[in-house]
């Protein structure tokens, strides 16, 4: 029979057998092999997250951006953080330039 410690130490032993530490790929990267990926994340962009991403492609900072839209500067980074998560951008530039390419945006 196995003391507590040993079967705690066996069962750790198990669990990390199937613990398998992979980079997680972009999801541009996934989307090169399975193009259904990128579009759902893409038509998931709320109205508000495209209004705004929209703005910020007139070129108007945060501030502006909130300004314009009667909202604080902290929900329009809320919002922007966001898109940039469904877009898989790390940037505003990146963010604009997929939304031009999958045509969220003009």
């Known amino acids: 029979m196995l003391t507590s410690t040993q079967d705690h130490m066996s069962t750790a032993a198990q669990l990390n057998s199937f613990v398998v530490s992979t980079p997680q790929k972009s999801l541009t990267a996934q989307a090169t092999k399975n193009p259904t990926i990128f579009p759902l994340c893409v038509k998931s962009l709320t109205p ?46 990146e963010a604009l330039a997929k939304a031009r390419e999958h045509r969220i945006i003009s």
């Open 48 to 93: 508000r997250e495209t209004e705004i991403l929209e703005l910020q492609g007139t070129g108007l900072s945060i501030k502006g951006v909130a300004r314009k839209l009667a909202i604080s500067p902290g929900t329009v980074k809320w919002h922007v953080r966001n898109m940039y998560w469904k877009l898989d951008a790390t940037s505003r530039e």
